[in-house]
């Protein structure tokens, strides 16, 4: 029932057809800019096809980056209100003197949101996808699993900012969600660094951002999927140095790490819930 | 519980945020079928009180029962909240839904079978007087209208208690009228009605029974005519010195309005007593009149006496 609602809010206010429309174009435009791809001449000669399809994979893992961006600022920007807003606005009164449970109301919420995270990056990322395949034909060598990674990395951080919404109000906990989406990032970059110069302090920062918010970690998982092996390879001769270039990642991701992702997702849903028990609306 | 069926009952049940004590310690057993007016000024306790009996916030000491189940059962008190309405002091709802998609979804919450809510839904707009707008985004209504959705919702399923914070409080004089007709058709059905207001003309024209109170405790509690039984009357007399007065003062409490002197809480049989007793103190007796006493009166002349 409260997911039911909070997609119909999704779809009343535009909020859905907004991002998306905005994406459509954002995907025009990356689409026009990978049809030039193959234009470009080296002393009047068109670059070989293996070449061609390395530039793409690398315009598509930054473009996909700038699209896991979008998509970490949106989940941010439509959940961190989600508890707080129908507090602050007495819509929550209502519902909670109705025979649902705090649990149930946090959990629906929760289900809502992630629905509407799934759909927006599934549906934006295939597309993207499916034009570059149109127009370069280039296809990253595992797309299911990449779209996978970067569904998971907006349910974390959208999850994350579900929790801080049954505290702070939308634009605080929106504005702690965004700073420690970067601080992940840029503590991805630090344990590269720390790799790189076989600094285990560093390094541990990295490792230690990494489980705190796990965005920075699927974010390299879902990198890992799109990158063709030859570039892996020459990663891999680059050495422990390249882990620092957040576009690149050497290795898949263990599974140990994806369990954690599960886990830390259950746990902080469990922790809003936590909290918004004892919050009196 | 009692042999009658109890609707709410309260045992000290109180409230502290940090230093601040909401409600003090509140007792009261409101019987099934009542119309019960929970009157106090702004900031008396109210709407805490509400929220504590709806499992909106926790108390922090005493007990409640809802409809039977205490408030310290979390899962036997959302069971019993199925056959509880409320209309909040602050009423909103969803602005981007349409009023019926609002009443749609409160059926849906109560947990009430899919096949009755278009004839619910139908008989919460007709009451409400919403059917004609029921289609329109509820972000488009006026204040009164939401706060009329707001009733609206709180009828839904046809429940045994309906509590209504300042349900008035947007309304302009026909709708305040419509809101005690609701209030008189749900004691017909038999529902229990928990009236918090501060308008007392309201709760004088509604109510069976009373509670008034202040900073968090109850005052006084009883039935209108209880409450208004303390008779007075007012005297309109010359030459009433200190003595004089205080041979007035062994009467009842007693208040200056300008020329005349209000004497409380004197029985109708002692007046001839009492006018004798202002002559042989040397005063002139103009006029003695009964003073009907408004449930305004005596909410003000509890509110200025210090309680404990």
Known sequence: ?281 | MGAAPVAIRTEELAKRYGKITALAGLTMSIPAGDVFGFLGPNGAGKTTAVKLLLGLARPSGGEGWVLGAPLSDRAAHQAARRAVGYLPELFRYQNWLSAREVLRAHCELIGLDRAVWDAEVKDALAIVGLAERADDRVGGYSKGMQQRLGLGVALLGRPALVLLDEPTSALDPVGRHDVREVIRALKDRGTTVFLNSHLLTEVEQVCDRVAIVDKGRVIQVGTLDELLTTHAVRVRAAGLDGAGLAAVRAFGEIQNEGEWTVVRGIATERVPDLVRAIVEAGGRVYAVEPRHESLEDRFLSLLEKPHA
């Open chain 1, 1 to 281: 029932m409260i997911a039911r609602l909070v997609l119909r809010e999704a779809a009343r206010r535009r909020l859905l057809l907004a991002l998306l429309v905005l994406t459509l174009i954002v995907i025009a435009l990356t689409g026009w800019g990978f049809s030039r791809i193959p234009t470009i001449t080296q002393r009047g000669v068109p670059l070989p096809d293996l070449q061609v399809k390395l530039l793409a994979s690398q315009f598509l893992i930054v473009t996909m980056f700038m699209f896991s961006f979008v998509l970490a600022m949106a989940a941010v920007f439509i959940a961190s209100p989600q508890i707080s807003g129908d507090v602050e606005s007495g819509t929550a009164l209502a519902i909670l003197s109705r025979p649902i449970g705090r649990a149930e109301f946090v959990v629906g919420k929760w289900i809502g949101l992630a629905a509407l995270v799934a759909i927006y990056a599934g549906v934006a990322a295939a597309i993207e996808l499916g034009v570059v395949n149109a127009v370069v034909g280039y296809v990253p060598p595992e797309p299911a699993q990449f779209i996978a990674y970067i569904i998971a990395e907006g349910l974390v951080i959208m999850t994350f900012a579900l929790l801080l919404s049954t505290r702070l109000s939308g634009m605080v906990g929106g504005v702690i969600a965004l700073v420690l989406f970067g601080i992940g990032w840029i503590g991805g970059i630090v344990g590269g660094i720390g790799a790189a110069f076989d600094n285990a302090g560093i390094t541990h920062v990295g490792t230690a951002t990494k489980l705190i918010l796990p965005t920075d970690g699927l974010w390299r998982g879902a990198v890992y999927a799109l990158e063709p092996q030859a570039l892996v390879a020459t990663g891999v001769q680059a050495g422990p140095a390249a882990a620092a270039n957040p576009f690149y990642a050497s290795a898949a991701a263990p599974l140990s790490f994806e369990l954690y992702v599960v886990g830390w997702v259950a746990l902080v849903l469990a922790l809003a819930v936590y909290s918004f028990n004892a919050r009196e609306p």
